[in-house]
């Protein structure tokens, strides 16, 4: 298979597998064009993305826009904070003013679960999640599972646990969907204030004992503590919270097996993982930098020149 | 699809890869600085061939790499097709290197135009030299290969089949007629 079944890339609820596996495979080559000496290649030229964030991010929008630029696309960067947003338009008048300047592809973060949905039953143009709310984070998940595979070989059977404030995190749904599909176990550790109701309906083992979770795992992927979406409000105190659920090299060499660390970033150092491991042999939080321009060059590639 | 003629034979073919082995070596005097590149997907079997009989002939085989165009194509913002992407395998500096690229079939020139692409963005060759199996005329841009196994006269409801051992099981070139 050569092209997506899907016309946007919104989430990893229902995605196929052969689609997350074309992206995966196809970000091999992408990571190849990242160690050229000319890392850009013309396969979007002409072709026009905006990168619409209502919310702030930081590596998210710069990841992208690299991805971007690598693949010689005309880039537009949108910032809610500097926009019209403030002075009262509506997101379906911004999306629709912003499509009538002929926009091929548009890059949204939103604080709204579903917004990229909303807006993409509503334009013409492809749209692409960057984050929307609590909901879904598809190309953090996706380059997380991209990350495992190129440690692992396979994500079929592996056991991945992503540890730390589920509730909060869009990484965390994404990446459940998408390491189902793959044939992962997913397994999910936090404190119960921190774990949905009911998250075992998506088919996840739920722990609530860190080092119970180390030994059932192959794989981790810590987030981090939301202290901008009052994440603080569910623990008594980060140190506490390091205590009990932070990944140190103490718990991992306790587990008595090679785990693979992950981490989403940015890193609360001290918090929910400590610098030793993040720094250490385990862990695999700097390639999976890298991995994110070259998994998002893959999804804009594949979503930018599908056929129609 | 019909069969028009068989152009090639097994035996044939294996007479144009020495030919074309024989033709590059004498025009760079000998393997020195040649590094030989194939286009995916069949282009990269005939360069392992020519490689092959290079090496035979000088006893020392030139750097081998595979390089896929995709990215580079000009026709991905038609939205007509999408061509499957894979990976371009250039583990050596063609920086100052004499580059034999290596294609089965030159039709159009846009594939070529494609990997002259792709290759100015790995580095600034000494040289770019252009071997293909067949010619079949029907350029749309001004290209023009170095070193042509065969030049064969078609019309555009035609097509050259290369049969590769490794993809078909034998070698072999036929011109099929592409016309319902």
């Known amino acids: ?308 | 699809m019909t069969i028009l003629h068989h152009i090639i034979d097994e035996s044939g073919f294996e007479r144009m890869i020495s030919r074309l082995a024989h033709e590059i070596l004498e025009r760079n005097l000998g393997v020195g600085n040649l590094v030989i590149i194939g286009l995916r997907t069949r282009g990269e079997f005939v360069a392992q061939r020519l490689t092959a009989k290079i090496a035979s002939i000088e006893g020392t085989a030139p750097p081998l790499g595979v390089l896929d165009v995709t990215l580079y194509r000009d026709d991905l913002r038609n939205h007509l097709r999408q061509p499957e992407i894979k990976a371009t395998d250039i583990m050596f500096d063609i920086s100052d290197r004499d580059v034999i690229l290596v294609d089965d079939v030159l039709f159009t020139g846009r594939t070529v135009r494609s990997a002259l692409g792709a290759l100015m963005d790995l580095g600034r060759a000494r040289s770019i030299q252009l071997v293909v199996l067949v010619d079949r005329g029907h350029r749309e841009l001004p290209i023009r290969a170095d070193f042509i196994g065969k030049n064969i006269t078609t019309s555009r409801g035609e097509e050259v089949r290369v049969r590769l051992r490794e993809v078909d099981g034998r070698d072999g070139i036929d011109l099929v007629s592409i016309e319902a």
């Not at chain 1, 000496?37 to 990841?63: C, D, H, M």
């Not at chain 1, 630029?69 to 403030?86: E, G, I, P």
């Not at chain 1, 592809?105 to 579903?114: D, L, S, T, Y």
Request: glycine residues 8%.
């Open chain 1, 1 to 308: 298979m050569s092209s997506l079944s899907i016309q946007h890339l919104l989430g990893l609820d229902g995605v196929p597998r052969e689609d997350i596996q074309l992206l995966l495979d196809s970000a091999d080559t992408f990571l190849e064009v990242l160690d050229r000496p000319i890392k850009k290649v013309p396969t979007l030229q002409g072709k026009t993305v905006v990168n619409l964030f209502f919310e702030n991010s930081t590596r998210t929008r710069i990841s992208f826009e690299l991805a971007e630029r690598r693949l010689s696309a005309d880039v537009v960067n949108f910032s809610a904070s500097t926009s019209s947003v403030s002075k009262g338009e509506t997101l379906l008048d911004t999306a629709r003013n912003i499509e009538a300047m002929k926009v091929d592809i548009v890059v949204m973060r939103h604080a709204a679960a579903g917004a990229g949905h909303f807006l993409s039953t509503r334009c013409t143009s492809k749209f692409i999640n960057a984050g929307d709310g609590t909901h879904e984070h598809p190309t953090q998940a996706l380059l997380d599972m991209y990350s495992i595979r190129q440690k692992h070989g396979s994500l079929e059977g592996l056991r991945v646990c992503i540890i730390g404030d589920i509730a909060h995190s869009r990484v965390s749904l994404s990446n459940i969907y998408g390491l189902k599909t793959m044939g992962a176990e997913v397994a999910v550790c936090g404190p119960a204030s921190m774990i949905p109701w009911q998250l075992e309906k998506l088919g996840v083992r739920v722990f609530t004992n860190v080092d119970e979770a180390l030994r059932f795992s192959d794989v981790i992927n810590v987030l981090r503590i939301q202290l901008e979406r009052d994440a603080g409000a569910d623990f008594p105190s980060l140190r506490e919270y390091h205590n009990s659920f932070g990944i140190t090299r103490k718990r991992l060499e306790a587990a008595g097996k090679d785990i693979t660390v992950l981490h989403p970033g940015p890193i609360n150092r001290g918090v929910e993982i400590e610098s030793e491991v993040a720094d250490g042999p385990y862990s695999v939080i700097l390639p999976e930098v890298t991995n994110g321009v070259a998994i998002r060059m893959a999804v804009l590639y594949h979503i930018g020149t599908k056929a129609e």
